[in-house]
Protein backbone atom coordinates (compact mmCIF):
# COMPACT_ATOMS: atom_id res chain seq x y z
CA UNK A 1 0.00 0.00 0.00
CA UNK A 2 1.21 2.87 -1.04
CA UNK A 3 2.84 5.21 2.52
CA UNK A 4 0.64 7.72 2.83
CA UNK A 5 -2.25 6.36 2.55
CA UNK A 6 -1.06 3.64 5.00
CA UNK A 7 0.11 6.95 7.27
CA UNK A 8 -3.42 8.06 7.10
CA UNK A 9 -4.69 4.59 8.45
CA UNK A 10 -2.45 4.68 10.99
CA UNK A 11 -2.73 7.81 12.90
CA UNK A 12 -4.51 7.70 16.08
CA UNK A 13 -5.39 9.85 18.37
CA UNK A 14 -3.34 9.56 21.58
CA UNK A 15 -4.63 10.37 25.18
CA UNK A 16 -1.59 9.77 27.44
CA UNK A 17 1.97 11.37 27.16
CA UNK A 18 5.54 12.17 28.56
CA UNK A 19 6.79 15.04 30.02
CA UNK A 20 9.14 15.41 27.99
CA UNK A 21 9.04 18.50 25.84
CA UNK A 22 9.32 18.13 22.06
CA UNK A 23 12.21 19.76 20.09
CA UNK A 24 11.81 23.00 18.02
CA UNK A 25 12.63 21.12 14.79
CA UNK A 26 9.82 18.58 15.19
CA UNK A 27 7.15 21.70 16.34
CA UNK A 28 7.82 23.68 13.38
CA UNK A 29 7.80 20.84 11.35
CA UNK A 30 4.76 19.72 12.27
CA UNK A 31 3.03 23.55 11.80
CA UNK A 32 4.55 24.11 8.41
CA UNK A 33 2.16 21.42 7.56
CA UNK A 34 -0.36 22.56 9.12
CA UNK A 35 0.20 25.76 7.14
CA UNK A 36 -0.13 23.64 3.58
CA UNK A 37 -3.15 22.73 4.46
CA UNK A 38 -6.11 23.44 2.06
CA UNK A 39 -8.00 26.78 2.21
CA UNK A 40 -11.11 28.04 0.50
CA UNK A 41 -10.33 30.68 -2.32
CA UNK A 42 -6.61 30.45 -1.16
CA UNK A 43 -6.96 32.91 1.54
CA UNK A 44 -4.60 31.25 4.39
CA UNK A 45 -5.77 33.37 6.83
CA UNK A 46 -6.59 31.16 9.93
CA UNK A 47 -3.85 30.92 12.47
CA UNK A 48 -2.03 28.59 14.72
CA UNK A 49 -0.61 29.70 18.53
CA UNK A 50 2.20 27.19 19.55
CA UNK A 51 2.30 27.14 23.18
CA UNK A 52 4.92 25.26 24.45
CA UNK A 53 5.19 27.63 27.82
CA UNK A 54 4.29 25.34 30.47
CA UNK A 55 2.26 27.99 32.64
CA UNK A 56 0.59 28.63 29.64
CA UNK A 57 -0.08 25.41 29.04
CA UNK A 58 -1.89 24.98 32.40
CA UNK A 59 -3.80 28.10 32.30
CA UNK A 60 -5.35 26.80 29.35
CA UNK A 61 -5.63 23.41 30.26
CA UNK A 62 -7.40 24.61 33.51
CA UNK A 63 -9.76 26.93 31.33
CA UNK A 64 -10.79 23.69 28.82
CA UNK A 65 -11.44 21.84 31.92
CA UNK A 66 -13.88 24.10 33.62
CA UNK A 67 -16.06 24.36 30.07
CA UNK A 68 -15.62 20.54 29.86
CA UNK A 69 -16.66 20.44 33.50
CA UNK A 70 -13.78 18.03 35.06
CA UNK A 71 -11.05 17.87 37.57
CA UNK A 72 -8.61 15.71 34.76
CA UNK A 73 -5.69 17.22 32.61
CA UNK A 74 -8.08 17.93 29.07
CA UNK A 75 -4.69 17.79 27.37
CA UNK A 76 -3.44 14.37 29.00
CA UNK A 77 -0.10 15.43 29.94
CA UNK A 78 0.86 16.67 26.32
CA UNK A 79 3.59 19.10 27.04
CA UNK A 80 3.13 20.98 23.13
CA UNK A 81 -0.53 22.63 22.61
CA UNK A 82 -1.57 23.85 18.81
CA UNK A 83 -4.44 25.90 19.12
CA UNK A 84 -5.62 26.79 15.49
CA UNK A 85 -7.87 29.91 15.34
CA UNK A 86 -10.26 30.95 12.25
CA UNK A 87 -11.32 34.36 11.63
CA UNK A 88 -14.70 35.31 12.28
CA UNK A 89 -15.24 37.56 9.03
CA UNK A 90 -14.36 34.59 6.56
CA UNK A 91 -17.28 32.13 5.84
CA UNK A 92 -14.82 29.12 4.88
CA UNK A 93 -11.91 29.41 7.62
CA UNK A 94 -13.98 26.87 9.96
CA UNK A 95 -13.54 24.48 6.99
CA UNK A 96 -9.97 25.62 6.59
CA UNK A 97 -8.85 25.72 9.99
CA UNK A 98 -9.99 22.02 10.55
CA UNK A 99 -8.28 21.03 7.20
CA UNK A 100 -5.21 22.83 9.25
CA UNK A 101 -6.22 20.47 12.29
CA UNK A 102 -6.40 17.29 10.16
CA UNK A 103 -2.41 18.09 8.60
CA UNK A 104 -1.38 18.59 12.01
CA UNK A 105 -2.22 15.20 13.09
CA UNK A 106 -1.02 13.53 10.24
CA UNK A 107 2.43 15.56 10.61
CA UNK A 108 2.84 14.53 14.09
CA UNK A 109 2.50 10.97 13.40
CA UNK A 110 4.52 11.52 10.27
CA UNK A 111 7.22 12.68 12.90
CA UNK A 112 6.68 10.10 15.54
CA UNK A 113 4.75 12.10 17.73
CA UNK A 114 1.31 11.43 19.00
CA UNK A 115 -1.54 13.43 18.67
CA UNK A 116 -5.31 14.61 19.43
CA UNK A 117 -7.64 17.23 18.51
CA UNK A 118 -9.00 18.65 21.48
CA UNK A 119 -12.21 20.77 21.79
CA UNK A 120 -13.92 23.40 23.33
CA UNK A 121 -11.08 26.03 21.74
CA UNK A 122 -14.73 28.02 20.87
CA UNK A 123 -15.84 28.67 23.97
CA UNK A 124 -12.37 28.82 25.52
CA UNK A 125 -11.62 32.04 23.33
CA UNK A 126 -15.30 33.08 23.53
CA UNK A 127 -14.59 33.84 26.96
CA UNK A 128 -13.13 37.38 28.32
CA UNK A 129 -10.49 35.43 30.16
CA UNK A 130 -9.38 33.78 26.03
CA UNK A 131 -9.27 37.27 24.44
CA UNK A 132 -7.58 38.88 27.15
CA UNK A 133 -4.86 35.88 26.76
CA UNK A 134 -5.12 36.75 22.45
CA UNK A 135 -5.02 39.94 22.93
CA UNK A 136 -1.71 39.43 25.36
CA UNK A 137 -0.37 37.31 22.80
CA UNK A 138 -0.46 40.28 20.16
CA UNK A 139 -3.46 38.58 18.21
CA UNK A 140 -5.40 40.96 17.01
CA UNK A 141 -8.71 40.75 15.33
CA UNK A 142 -11.72 38.51 15.50
CA UNK A 143 -10.82 34.87 15.83
CA UNK A 144 -13.18 31.66 16.89
CA UNK A 145 -11.33 28.96 18.28
CA UNK A 146 -11.37 25.77 16.45
CA UNK A 147 -9.25 23.37 18.39
CA UNK A 148 -6.15 22.39 20.05
CA UNK A 149 -3.95 20.22 18.89
CA UNK A 150 -1.96 18.54 21.60
CA UNK A 151 1.69 17.11 20.94
CA UNK A 152 4.33 14.92 22.49
CA UNK A 153 5.78 11.43 23.00
CA UNK A 154 3.60 8.67 23.46
CA UNK A 155 3.75 7.00 26.87
CA UNK A 156 2.62 3.46 26.36
CA UNK A 157 1.45 2.03 22.85
CA UNK A 158 -0.34 3.98 20.26
CA UNK A 159 -4.03 2.64 20.20
CA UNK A 160 -5.24 0.40 17.46
CA UNK A 161 -7.96 1.49 14.95
CA UNK A 162 -11.02 0.24 15.99
CA UNK A 163 -12.75 -1.34 12.37
CA UNK A 164 -14.79 1.14 10.01
CA UNK A 165 -18.41 0.64 10.76
CA UNK A 166 -20.02 -0.31 7.43
CA UNK A 167 -22.68 1.50 5.22
CA UNK A 168 -21.16 5.03 5.60
CA UNK A 169 -19.79 4.96 1.49
CA UNK A 170 -22.67 5.52 -1.32
CA UNK A 171 -21.68 5.45 -4.90
CA UNK A 172 -23.67 7.02 -7.54
CA UNK A 173 -22.78 5.74 -11.05
Known sequence: MNAELQALKERRSVRKYKADMVPQELIDQVIE?????????????SIIVAVTNKEVRDKLSQMNRAIMGTKSDTFYGAPVVLIVLAPKSNKNA????????GNLMQAAHAVGLGSCWINRAKEEFASEEGKQLL???????????????????????????AP???????YVK
Open 135 to 161: KEWGIEGEYEGVGHCILGYTDGTVPQA
Open 33 to 45: AGLYAASGHGEQD
Open 94 to 101: IYDASLIM
Open 164 to 170: RKVNRVF
